[in-house]
């Protein structure tokens, strides 16, 4: 799904405010701690709450393996001048049950609100087009999360319906918002972009997207 570029770890994805770079064991005590927080958990799939060491420790290593493989790419939001503070995560991997590319995402709750979210995934969306030769990214969130849609739609998703999806943390179906955004539609915004006739985003409020793809 990626290529060699994005298969090292010193692989980095720099935006305005942000540093986007492989996670790494030292980052499992953030992961916890913020990942851990119910409000962020809730909107996830498989992000338990309360989230264990062991079981953040599993995930980068998981991350990191993935990242290698080329099979997606997982990577620590950190802020610009500050990589080793973890804030959040960003990735795409292949969903579960289609096999698409799937965006994921997750935020600490002190980074809600700032446009964060935006910024980082529309730099891996970025990358996953510009890199590669990925037809589509698919997305979903919880429809009790307004905050994640509108995070999918300033990136350029477009609304495919809503359905039942298995959150296995949370132990049970739930109603979902389903997205998908193609590298037509993804071309033209970089395009509308470049004569300013798509704004960056103001300040985002943001929580989750589904985030299958960054849980474990």
């Avoid at 990942?35 to 980068?60: L, N, W």
């Avoid at 969306?125 to 698919?138: H, K, L, N, P």
Wanted: charge should be neutral; aromatic fraction near 10%; include cysteine.
């Amino acid at each position: 799904m990626f290529p060699d570029l994005t298969r090292d770890d010193v692989f980095r994805l720099e935006t305005r405010r942000l540093w986007l770079r492989w996670p790494r064991l030292a980052d499992a005590q953030a992961v916890v701690r913020l990942a851990g927080e119910k409000a962020v958990a809730d909107m996830t799939a498989r992000i338990p709450h309360p989230y264990h060491p062991e079981q953040a420790e599993r995930f980068i290593f998981g991350s990191r393996r993935s990242n290698a493989n080329g099979e997606g790419l997982q990577l620590a939001i950190t802020p610009k001048g500050k990589p080793n503070s973890l804030i959040g995560m960003v990735g795409i991997i292949p969903d579960p049950d289609t096999g698409k590319p799937s965006l994921g995402y997750w935020l600490g709750i002190p980074s809600w609100g700032q446009g964060y979210a935006t910024e980082a995934a529309r730099a891996l969306i970025d990358a996953f087009f510009a890199y590669g030769d990925g037809r589509e990214v698919t997305a979903c969130a919880r429809v009790i999360n307004p905050a994640s849609r509108r995070v999918l739609e300033k990136c350029g998703f477009a609304y495919q319906g809503a359905g039942l999806s298995e959150l296995p943390a949370r132990c049970g179906l739930y109603p979902v918002d389903h997205f998908r955004l193609d590298r037509r539609t993804w071309e033209s915004l970089k395009a509308w972009g470049h004569t300013g006739f798509v704004p960056e985003p103001a300040s985002v409020e943001v929580e989750l997207d589904r985030s299958i793809s960054l849980a474990s």
